[in-house]
């Protein structure tokens, strides 16, 4: 090794200076000693490497200090609570649906120990995991036959599969959909290894352009939601049921994925999948949309075609585990009461929550900021705006509410790095941005999160001021 080299290496901090610049951020509560020395050592070794391979200046402890941070950060990622302040009531990037506490109490109950899954109590033999759910499906939408895979996209390839591989699938041209960027319709009915055929046009698809399609290769009619994007002005897409009627003329099935998976009613929603399974198709959706689950993906359909799905080599791949199937079947328990399933699962409730209430709520919180922080620093107030529903349902709902909006002044920091010291921050805190301003939507922020949101607001916005 060179002087140079050795000369750089003293300019780093050693282990226990960056233990102990560490130990004065809020960070290092939720840490044990043992942790964030493994992290520092590990920063420290990086940064040696680098200096080493000849790669510019070394960092200031300061940078370091940030690195190590970061590394704890991404660290309590998947473990951390984030407060949903976006107004995106399904919002992917934050986890979708979040659960009914029924919900999670059964997930902690199935989590906690060994449970009855797979055994038949009655007879002490082996059982079926998803004989609860079925059940369940079938009594809330009126289903012959029901099955639960990891996700919307595994329930839509695994039909196909066992339905049409070899075969041709029909489907609109307005409706090869991209769903949440990795979800294309067209990529997977072809890796799902059937055939496509496109018909109609991108806005005008008629029954007889499926009829003119039909061939004796066909396997599969299907139609997609295009739940992320709203066609306006001189369309037409065939209604599902004609679909249907059609299909039953050529005994070819037919296939909703519906997406969205409601079960209920509430304003905003249009659809809901008893309406498809009444029409007759078989059904995919997902169970952390408008159902208000855990992510899964749902199938439902007649006997005869779920027995394919049910049997196929392939359904042992996409296989839920009890932590699903326990939030799931909670879940579905509570839509026996509808006024129960509005009071009960967040997705709904949230759904319902109207201007006023949000408005107090906002009006809430703009009072205790403008006890603690100064208006010469930030600019804090309410701004009447939209939520959103999210999550690739429903593009056209959009649910009026009342954010506050934080306006940090010139000369302060910037909106935007003001965001990203929430988002950093402990729970995590999201808002939207808009011009610099930064929006914050009271629409899925539950009451014990309101005092939290506010102290890590305080928190951060002190931390910069000091
Ligand atoms: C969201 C959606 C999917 C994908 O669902 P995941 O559960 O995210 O896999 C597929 N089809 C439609 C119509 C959807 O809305």
């Known amino acids: 090794m060179n002087d140079s080299i050795k ?33 520092v050592q590990q920063v420290l070794q990086d940064e040696r490497n680098r200096i080493a391979s000849g790669n510019s200046r070394p960092l200031t402890h300061q940078s370091l200090l940030e690195k190590v941070l970061d590394v704890m950060d991404i660290d309590s990622r998947q473990t951390r609570r984030a407060i949903n302040a976006t107004g995106v009531i399904l919002h992917t990037g934050l986890g979708r649906a979040c659960l009914a506490n029924a919900a999670q109490e059964a997930v902690a109950i199935a989590a906690s120990g060994h449970t009855p899954l797979e055994i038949d109590t009655d007879t002490g033999r082996r059982g079926d995991r998803h004989t609860f759910a079925r059940e369940l499906l079938r009594e809330l939408t009126g289903t012959e036959d029901a099955h639960v895979v990891n996700n919307c996209a595994a329930a839509v390839f695994l039909t196909v599969n066992a339905i049409a591989a070899g075969k041709e699938v029909i489907i609109s041209r307005g409706q090869l959909v991209e769903i949440g960027g990795t979800f294309r319709i067209p990529d997977i009915i072809r890796s799902a290894g059937a055939d496509l055929v496109e018909v109609g046009t991108t806005n005008k698809t008629r029954i007889s352009d499926y009829e003119k399609a039909i061939t004796d290769r066909t396997g599969l009619i299907l139609r997609c939601r295009p739940s992320n994007f709203a066609m306006v002005g001189f369309t037409e897409e065939v209604e599902l049921h004609n679909l249907v009627a059609l299909g039953k003329r050529y005994a070819i099935p037919v296939m909703d994925d519906e997406g969205s998976g409601a079960l209920i009613n509430v304003p905003g929603i249009e659809h809901t999948v008893q309406q498809s399974v009444n029409d007759g198709t078989i059904v995919t959706c997902s169970g952390d949309k408008l159902m208000g689950g855990p992510q899964c993906g749902i199938i439902l359909g007649s006997s005869a075609l779920m027995d394919k799905i049910i049997r196929h080599p392939l359904a042992r791949t996409f296989r839920v585990d009890k932590l699903t199937l326990a939030a799931l079947t909670a879940t579905l328990k509570l839509y026996r009461d509808p006024d129960m399933a509005k009071v009960e699962i967040p997705v709904l409730k949230y759904m319902l929550r109207n201007v006023d209430e949000l408005e107090k709520i906002s009006h809430h919180i703009v009072r205790e900021l403008k006890k603690r922080v100064s208006e010469s620093l930030v600019m804090i107030g309410t701004q009447r705006s939209m939520s959103e529903v999210g999550g690739g349902s429903m593009p056209k709902t959009e649910l009026e509410t009342c954010c506050v909006t934080l306006n940090c002044m010139d000369g302060f920091i910037t909106g935007y790095r003001l965001a990203e010291l929430l988002r950093k921050s402990d729970p995590s805190i999201f808002g939207r941005i808009k011009k610099d301003i930064l929006y914050l939507d009271p629409r899925c922020i539950e009451p014990h999160e309101i005092p939290q949101l506010i102290e890590g607001i305080y928190r951060c916005i002190m931390q910069t001021t000091c």
């Open 7 to 39: 000369n750089l290496y003293r300019t780093l901090p050693s282990v226990k200076q960056l233990i102990d610049l560490t130990l004065h951020t809020p960070l290092s509560e939720t840490y044990s000693l043992t942790a964030i020395k493994r992290t």
